[in-house]
């Protein structure tokens, strides 16, 4: 061995020794931290389990569901595969104009048209609806 090897062997057990001091420092300094907000997280979620929370019926003149909603609700309970299809045309004044055919388990039921997606979702889905509603 030369004198090289013996001051890097030497360099190595400093460094792993003192790796091992800094886990024992911080193991002995961060516990009481750890274990602090391990019981803060703790109480938190006992008093998170513990509270009740209430509901009230909601008054029906106060729910606003669109016919979008009213079809997607229905096609969920009924297990029927929705589809939209969107398209954008300029209308004679230059306005974009949305227009959207709903397909209920493949077959089109619904068309509309508006100026934003949502209104001809809504239209599609109204049309959908009465046309499933004559089915009946």
């Known amino acids: 061995m ?9 360099l190595g057990y400093l460094a792993i020794r ?22 803060l997280v ?12 209430i509901t009230m019926p909601m008054d029906p003149s106060r729910m606003n569901a669109t016919s979008s909603m009213q079809l997607n609700n229905l096609a969920v309970r009924e297990r029927w595969s929705l589809q939209w299809r969107d398209s954008q045309h300029r209308g004679p004044d230059g306005d974009l104009i949305w227009a959207t055919l709903v397909y209920v388990d493949g077959e089109p039921l619904g068309y509309g048209t508006g100026r934003r997606k ?8 109204k049309k959908a609806l009465e046309t499933l509603e004559q089915r009946v």
């Open 18 to 39: 003192s790796l091992v001091n800094f886990k024992i420092a911080a193991a002995v300094f961060m516990r009481p931290l750890f274990t602090f907000f391990k019981s």
């Open 42 to 53: 703790l109480a938190i979620f006992r008093l998170t389990s513990q509270s009740t929370v």
């Open 2 to 10: 030369n004198y090289k090897s013996i001051e890097m062997g030497r």
């Open 118 to 125: 949502g209104h001809a979702h809504d239209m599609a889905a």
